[in-house]
């Protein structure tokens, strides 16, 4: 009968298999603290590493700040004293918390992130630049090209063609935005963001519901 898989093991095949992997990461907490205890941190340090790294960028994807902050409180000092990638997430937390776009960026790019995490990184930053521009669209009614450019991380012209004018403009942003709702006026050079649909969660369905109903008993009394 074959042994049970080891932990290292276990993360491997959740970070190779999975494209949602926090709720086996925090499964694996448990065993981790178990199977790899503090005396171990200096000689288990890249196995720490990737697993603390990959159950960040998880939270951040599941967009829960808070949790993540959580995680670097209860993380052994050693790891953070010791660990570049580690070093690095807690600036991006920061970053991120703050909404610095291009600090996030910056630290998306160049940290040294485990292969095996790359995955997880590169569906962040896709995450981060959606979440900038549904935010973009609902505190803007129009935006310069450049200014957007700057809020996705994105190089200026780096896909740059002339438009009618002459001028040089962002063709794939433009054409991305674009299947987004948003339009480009050539004439004043500026971009007009889709307003995002409203999202009426449960709760506040709740409470849209119990005014409704007191505003009917009001109005029958």
């Not at 009968?1 to 093991?9: D, I, K, L």
């Not at 709720?23 to 590493?49: C, H, Q």
């Amino acid at each position: 009968m074959s042994s049970a898989p080891s932990t290292q093991e276990r993360l491997t095949e959740i970070l190779s298999t999975s494209t949602s992997p926090l709720e086996p990461l925090i499964e694996l907490e448990g065993e981790v603290k178990t199977n790899y205890p503090k005396e171990r941190i200096a000689s288990d340090m890249e196995f720490f590493s990737t697993y603390y790294s990959s159950y960040l960028i998880s939270l951040l994807l599941d967009d829960d700040v808070h949790e993540a902050r959580m995680i670097f409180r209860r993380l052994p000092h050693a790891i953070l004293e010791h660990d570049a990638l580690m070093q690095s997430l807690e600036k991006l937390l920061r970053a991120v918390a703050m909404r610095d776009h291009g600090t996030v960026y910056e630290i998306l790019k160049t940290a040294p992130w485990h292969k095996i995490t790359e995955p997880l990184v590169q569906s962040y930053t896709v995450h981060y630049r959606n979440k900038v521009i549904d935010d973009t669209s609902l505190s803007y009614k129009s935006v310069r090209l450049p200014t957007i450019e700057s809020k996705l991380g994105l190089e200026q012209d780096s896909d740059a063609m002339q438009d009618d004018t002459g001028d040089d403009v962002p063709s794939q942003l433009i054409q991305d935005l674009s299947a987004k709702g948003w339009t480009y006026d050539a004439v004043s050079k500026l971009i007009h963001p889709a307003k995002p649909a409203m999202q009426v969660d449960a709760q506040e369905r709740i409470r849209l519901g119990q005014i409704s109903a007191l505003i009917g008993n009001h109005g029958s009394g």
